[in-house]
């Protein structure tokens, strides 16, 4: 077994403090990466508080994980001692299943093993993520990661960037569509991103008119304050697309007038509370309101492929590992632009 250091979760009441723990010996199919830096994802606070319900503890977050090759089993053939890998939402699902042979591995019907938070494919040995020095991942779950790009930048793609561009790709958003994105944090800097460089029209909604600034650094062509009853009037049929990434509770219903015809509303946000839906807001108009999770590893390292030909990294803010509380503080308030990244040489 390998000798291991990381933050956990004792229970949903304790605060993250170093732990140690094991991981697995590198088998014949492995990779292991020391891990450089690691990107914090509001959904690490929502499952160590077990806010969405089941988590299992002690607990290691972390899933938008970068590092450098240290070991390779004898039957790996993708990586090498000293490559860039990174691993992110997933380590591993069933392999056999109809999604699975789709490259939709985020929705294997056996369950897919979550890199933290979950269970490997026995259905019995716990997973733990990137809050910690380094890890053990069966190669088909390993992504390759650019040259050119910023390596602590690019960790939060591999949860914000791919969760926004997944469903980006799927709904073929592209030159002559508009698209608004919902919320500015870490999925919604990344939807406008990959919103502009599809060559969408982008607009941003937000309840705060002091992010309008920031927006427009984004590139985004537009922005609307929902707060505003003129404003909301005015985008009365205007969207084909709207890229939902708001993860706090709010109202769905509010957006479904802002769709053309035949448009579609994308939830990428996880509220911890359910939401009431009118069907006359769907009917009226042929809408749909959708949902999409990450996406398969051959769409990830499209994505990352996509990043380094784009020059497209996340907007980070690095910190120590000790700084962990305080940060999840600011993310509560939104007070981040636009995505904690923790400097794994701090641990």
């Given at each position: 077994m390998i000798a291991t250091k990381g933050y956990a979760a004792q229970t949903k009441e304790s605060a993250l403090?170093?732990?140690?723990?094991?991981?697995?010996?590198?088998?014949?199919?492995?990779?292991?990466?020391?891990?450089?830096?690691?990107?914090?994802?509001?959904?690490?606070?929502?499952?160590?508080?077990?806010?969405?319900?089941?988590?299992i503890f002690p607990m290691v977050p972390g899933h938008e994980i970068v590092g450098k090759v240290v070991a390779?089993?004898?039957?790996?053939?993708?990586?090498?001692?000293?490559?860039?890998?990174?691993?992110?939402?997933?380590?591993?699902?069933?392999?056999?299943?109809e999604s699975c042979q789709q490259g939709l591995e985020q929705y294997c019907l056996v369950g897919n093993s979550q890199t933290y938070n979950?269970?490997?494919?026995?259905?019995?040995?716990?997973?733990?993520g990137g809050y910690s020095?380094?890890?053990?991942?069966?190669?088909?779950?390993?992504?390759?990661?650019?040259?050119?790009?910023?390596?602590?930048?690019?960790?939060?793609l591999l949860c914000a960037g791919i969760t926004t561009y997944s469903p980006?790709?799927?709904w073929k958003v592209g030159p002559g569509h508009k698209l608004a994105v919902v919320g500015l944090g870490g999925l919604g800097h990344m939807g406008v991103k990959f919103g502009v460089a599809l060559g969408a029209d982008v607009t941003v909604l937000s309840t705060s008119p002091r992010k309008e600034?920031?927006?427009?650094?984004?590139?985004?062509?537009?922005?609307?304050v929902t707060t505003d009853p003129a404003q909301l009037e005015a985008a009365s049929g205007q969207f084909d697309f709207i890229l939902d990434t708001v993860s706090a509770e709010h109202d769905y219903m509010q957006y479904m007038t802002m769709l053309n015809v035949d448009g579609v509303h994308i939830c990428v946000g996880a509220p911890p509370t359910p939401s009431a839906m009118h069907a006359f807001?769907?009917?009226?108009?042929?809408?749909?309101?959708?949902?999409?999770?990450?996406?398969?590893?051959a769409e990830t390292q499209e994505m990352l492929d996509f990043c380094a030909e784009h020059d497209i990294v996340s907007d980070i803010e690095m910190i120590d590992i000790k700084d962990i509380q305080p940060a999840y503080d600011r993310m509560v308030k939104g007070d981040v632009r636009y995505r904690f990244v923790i400097d794994m040489a701090t641990l």
């Open positions: 403090a170093p732990w140690s723990f094991q991981r697995r010996e590198v088998g014949p199919h492995d990779v292991q990466f020391d891990i450089l830096y690691c990107g914090v994802c509001h959904s690490d606070l929502h499952q160590i508080k077990d806010e969405w319900g089941g988590s390779v089993g004898a039957h790996v053939t993708k990586f090498k001692v000293g490559d860039l890998a990174g691993t992110g939402c997933m380590v591993d699902s069933c392999r056999v299943c979950g269970l490997e494919q026995d259905k019995k040995t716990p997973t733990y020095n380094t890890i053990v991942v069966n190669e088909d779950f390993v992504l390759h990661i650019p040259q050119n790009l910023d390596l602590a930048a690019t960790a939060p980006l790709r799927h600034a920031d927006a427009q650094k984004l590139g985004a062509h537009h922005f609307m807001s769907l009917i009226i108009g042929r809408k749909s309101i959708a949902g999409s999770s990450i996406g398969g590893i």
